[in-house]
């Protein structure tokens, strides 16, 4: 049976099988294409490779100096407030101890005021007084010797006065219970008692002081000295 060509349809028409092929060869081509401009997977892996490590290196150094630095800040924080509470702590031991010293100073201020004695204002009190202040600047003498010396010289008037004798002729009368002229006061006065020549303790530990250098002790003077 002969062969007729179906209207509307060419003879040059491609056939089913023919199309494939053709799409076939297309699509090789853009694969190839692809391949040739993109790189291979083993390459893409190596810079992908090469790359992580850097970010990580640098996101390990930072972490580490943020870490650093806050650990820098703490160690100067714990330093300030270790100074500040030592500063404290001295302050309030200086403080403590400065009340505590005034508190014993303070107490032995009133011991001493307690046993501080009281003298009459005679001449056994006088005496007595004498007695203890020549004591504290180790100035030999006993009661006896200064009361007999003073009944002898003054009869115990602390305002006593010769008028009549060489020294008050010379200018330089006797004064006091103990009848001492005032350069001989001047020269042997004690320490902390009255510069008036005329103050009955004062005249009497000055005149033992003399005695104690001239005589050895007011003592072993029995006469005009």
């Known amino acids: 049976m002969s062969t007729h060509s179906t209207p509307g349809h060419s003879r040059n028409a491609l ?14 081509g853009a694969a190839a294409l692809a391949f040739s401009l993109v790189p291979g997977s083993s390459e893409a892996t190596t810079q992908a490779a090469d790359v ?4 990580f290196a640098a996101s390990t150094d930072a972490q580490q100096t943020v870490h650093a630095s806050v650990s820098k800040q703490q160690s100067n924080a714990d330093k300030q407030a270790k100074a500040a509470a030592d500063k404290k702590a001295a302050d309030e031991a200086a403080a403590k101890k400065k009340a505590e010293d005034e508190r014993k100073a303070k107490e032995a201020a009133s011991r001493a005021a307690a046993r501080k004695p009281v003298y009459a204002n005679n001449l056994d009190g006088w005496i007595r007084q004498s007695l203890d202040i020549m004591k504290s600047k180790g100035i030999p003498g006993s009661y006896d ?9 003054s009869t115990g ?3 006593a006065m010769n008028g009549w004798d060489v020294n008050a002729i010379n200018g330089t ?3 006091g219970l103990l009848q001492v002229i005032q350069p001989t006061f001047n020269a042997y006065h004690v320490d902390g008692t009255s510069t008036n020549i005329y103050d009955p303790v004062a005249n009497i530990t000055a005149a033992a ?3 104690a250098d001239k005589y050895g002790s007011i003592d072993n ?3 005009a000295y």
Not at 146 to 153: F, G
């Open 15 to 28: 056939t089913k099988t023919q199309k494939f092929s053709i799409a076939g060869v297309a699509t090789l």
């Open 52 to 55: 992580s490590p850097v970010a």
């Open 145 to 153: 010797g200064l009361h007999r010396n003073i009944m002898r010289e």
């Open 157 to 159: 008037n602390p305002n």
């Open 173 to 175: 009368p006797s004064i």
């Open 209 to 211: 002081n003399y005695a």
């Open 221 to 223: 003077v029995n006469g």
